[in-house]
């Protein structure tokens, strides 16, 4: 049993372990509340460039409430798509963002579509992802996503290997089936809630 010498050692380190958390714990707060504020301006910033790259003759994104798209998702779509906006330009809607996330190789693969009101992809742009580097990872080179620029937005588009895409198709990655999968899955998607938003 320690002596009373001992017992007061104790008692000190104690509480000078406790104020070093209460001073560090007050410090993170301090930290966190400064930065905060910065973080969620940058992040806006961020997903904003992202939905141009997808739609770029939008001037502005307005989200559309949940309550009006997320009755219309059926089956798979209901895992798939994350959030819709408008796409303006003066007041005038020109079509819609639809931002999704599609299961691939890795996890989730985040994306934005771009629709025109008169039913042509403005592009797609891969946001994040976990995907194989040198194989899946490639789903993100704008080459590669440009090809589904101008698609029609009509019916859900196919994927096909070894060959050149048509007007509905879309030429899968080599060596990466499940990416190209995932991101079709991800476009037909929002491809078939846009025909219900309509």
Known sequence: MPKNGGIKEIIVTGLILLLIA???GVSL??????????????????????????FPQAEQFKPV???EWQPLLEG????????????EDGGNVL?????????????????????TKEGK??????????????????AADPKWQGQFKD????????LVKNKKAGSGEVEALTGATVTSNAVTKGVNAAIDLFGKLK
């Open 95 to 115: 079509g819609f963002v639809i931002k999704t996330a599609p299961q691939g190789y890795g996890g989730p693969v985040e994306m934005i579509v771009g629709i």
């Open 65 to 67: 409430d949940p309550a």
């Open 29 to 54: 707060g301090f930290v966190n509340a400064v930065t905060k504020g910065p973080i969620e301006e940058q992040n806006k910033i961020a997903e904003n460039d992202a939905k141009l790259a997808a």
């Open 22 to 24: 209460g001073v560090a």
């Open 151 to 158: 698609k029609p937005a009509e019916s859900p588009l196919s």
């Open 76 to 87: 798979d779509e209901k895992n798939i798509v994350e959030s819709v906006d408008t796409a």
């Open 121 to 138: 992809l403005t592009g797609i742009n891969i946001v994040d992802h976990s995907e194989t580097p040198g194989l899946g990872a490639k």
